[in-house]
């Protein structure tokens, strides 16, 4: 059975950095597509950041670019999201998904990922 759990966020002032972290068992993430969405209230679920199987490509969103930085450690089975220069609109819960066979068009649509994880909430005050 597959289980992502992620961890890492909480509460910072703009400006600041905080690093998710999502751990994975049941897969190997080293054969998946591993990604980040975020989930703000009264918001649909979008896309952040991913690290694409095959080839280990990155891919951001716009608004990230420059500040997040999405990577992989293979030998903990976890990928990481390092997040700086936070802003308030930022504010999200943060969602982990794995995908084993994503085409590249399909890399930023939720839908498209089999596996989640619960979230973590990551909160930026002004």
């Known amino acids: 059975q597959v289980h992502l759990v992620e961890s890492g966020g909480g509460l910072v002032q703009a400006g600041g950095s905080l690093s998710l972290s999502c751990a994975a068992s049941?897969?190997?993430?080293?054969?998946?597509?591993m990604a980040w969405f975020r989930q703000a209230p009264g918001k649909e679920r979008e896309f952040v950041a991913a690290?694409?199987?095959?080839?280990?490509?990155?891919y951001y969103t716009d608004s990230v670019k420059d500040r997040f930085t999405i990577s992989r450690e293979n030998a903990k089975n976890t990928v990481t999201l390092q997040m700086n220069s936070l802003k308030p609109e930022d504010t999200a819960v943060y969602y982990c998904?794995?995908?084993?066979?994503?085409?590249?068009?399909?890399?930023?649509?939720?839908?498209?990922?089999?596996?989640w994880g619960q979230g973590t909430q990551v909160t930026v005050s002004s």
């Open positions: 998904a794995a995908d084993a066979s994503l085409i590249l068009s399909s890399l930023r649509m939720s839908d498209q990922y089999d596996h």
């Open positions: 690290t694409r199987y095959p080839g280990g490509r990155s």
């Open positions: 049941g897969l190997t993430i080293v054969r998946y597509t």
